[in-house]
C-alpha cells in the first residue's frame, strides 16, 4: 500500500473544508493556535512511518490523554476499575452534567471528562508523583523524551473550566472521588495540556494497535486482553456523542481531543494520528474526520 501517495491525496482533497469549523476557545490559550494547520502521521507495526503536512507541530492532544490515563488507571487497578465508571457509550457532550446527576456519580465511561476525572483521582491515590509518572509514561511509549505539558494552557483551563469543576463537585458528592478536589482537578488538566505531534502520536497509538506484543512500559503493564478491551471503548466512546458517526464514516477504534488532533487504530497493522484545530459542532476535528474517513474509504481498510 502506497500510504505516503494516499496521505498526501487525502490531505490535498480536504483543501474545500478550509475555513470550516471553529477552534476550542473555551479553553482561553487554545484559541491562539493558528486553526489553519493540518498534518497526518500514520506508523505501521513493520516500524514505516508515513507524514504529510504539518505532522510534526505539536499541538495540544486534550482528551486523547483520556486513552494513556486509561491504560494506567487499568494497569493498576484491573477490573475494579468498573466498579468506579461504565464503559457504555455516553450519547451525550464530553462535559455534560445531567447524566451523570441521573445516574448517581458513575460516570458512563472513561472517556467523558467525569470518568478521566475519577481516573485522575485514581492516579493521585495510587502515585506519588502523578505528573512525572503520566509524563514518564507518555514519553516511553512515543520514544521521545521532549514532550511535556504546556503548564499556560493547563493553567488557563484551571482558571476557566467551571463546568469540570461543577462535574468534579458531584463525583465528590457521590464518593467518586477520593482525594482533594482541586489536586485532581489540577492533574486532570495538565494530562489535558501534553502537546505532541501527530508523529509522536501515532508512534504512542502503535502498542495500542497490537495486542500480541507484551504491553509494558515502565510500570505501566497491560494484559492483551485488556490491551484489546482498550481498543473496544476507543470504539464505542472515543467521540463522545459522534461515537456511532465516527464508527460509521471511519470504522477504526480511536479518540479525539478538542485541540484538534484524532488518533485512530487499524488493529494489527497501523496507528494514524491527525491534526487540524477546525472543530465540528461535537467538538471533534471536521478535516480529522474527513481524513479518517478518506483514508479507510480509498484504502478498503477498515475493522468492518
Ligand atoms: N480539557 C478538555 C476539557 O476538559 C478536554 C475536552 C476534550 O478534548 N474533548 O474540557
Keep these: 500500500m502506497n500510504y505516503q501517495q494516499i496521505l498526501s491525496d487525502i490531505l490535498n482533497q480536504t483543501e474545500p473544508l478550509a475555513g470550516e469549523g471553529c477552534q476550542a476557545d473555551y479553553i482561553p490559550a487554545l484559541a491562539e493556535v493558528n486553526p489553519d494547520q493540518r498534518g497526518i502521521c500514520l506508523h505501521t507495526l513493520e516500524g514505516k512511518q508515513y507524514a504529510v503536512g504539518d505532522a510534526d507541530v505539536r499541538f495540544s492532544i486534550q482528551s486523547i490523554s483520556k486513552v494513556f490515563a486509561l491504560a494506567m488507571a487499568l494497569s493498576l487497578e484491573g477490573d475494579d476499575l468498573w466498579r468506579r465508571m461504565g464503559k457504555e457509550p455516553s450519547g451525550t457532550a464530553f462535559n455534560s452534567l445531567f447524566q451523570l446527576e441521573m445516574e448517581r456519580g458513575v460516570p458512563r465511561n472513561p472517556f467523558i471528562n467525569a470518568g478521566a476525572i475519577v481516573m485522575a483521582d485514581i492516579l ?23 514532550i511535556d505539558y504546556n503548564r ?76 484489546k478491551r482498550m481498543n473496544a471503548i476507543m470504539q464505542t466512546c472515543g467521540f463522545y456523542d459522534e461515537a456511532g458517526e465516527f464508527s460509521y464514516l471511519v470504522g477504526l477504534p480511536g479518540k479525539s481531543g ?47
Design 152 to 227: 499556560t494552557v493547563a493553567f488557563s483551563e484551571r482558571s476557566t473550566g467551571y463546568l469540570n469543576a461543577a462535574i468534579a463537585n458531584l463525583l465528590k458528592y457521590h464518593g467518586n472521588i477520593h482525594n482533594d478536589i482541586e489536586r485532581v482537578l489540577q492533574f486532570y488538566c495538565m494530562m489535558c495540556s501534553i502537546e505532541m505531534s501527530c508523529c509522536e502520536l501515532a508512534q504512542a497509538f502503535l502498542p495500542f494497535a497490537d495486542h500480541r506484543r507484551p504491553f509494558k512500559f515502565g510500570k505501566v503493564q497491560l494484559t492483551s486482553s485488556q490491551v
Design 124 to 146: 493521585v491515590t495510587h502515585l506519588l508523583d502523578p505528573e512525572h509518572d503520566f509524563l514518564a509514561f507518555v514519553r516511553q511509549l512515543s520514544g521521545c523524551d521532549t
Design 258 to 304: 478538542v485541540g484538534g488532533g484524532i488518533a485512530a487504530i487499524y488493529p494489527q497493522r497501523y496507528a494514524v494520528a491527525v491534526w487540524s484545530p477546525r472543530l465540528n459542532p461535537k467538538g471533534n476535528s471536521v478535516v480529522g474526520m474527513k481524513v479518517l474517513e478518506l483514508l479507510t474509504t480509498e484504502t478498503k481498510e477498515s475493522i468492518f
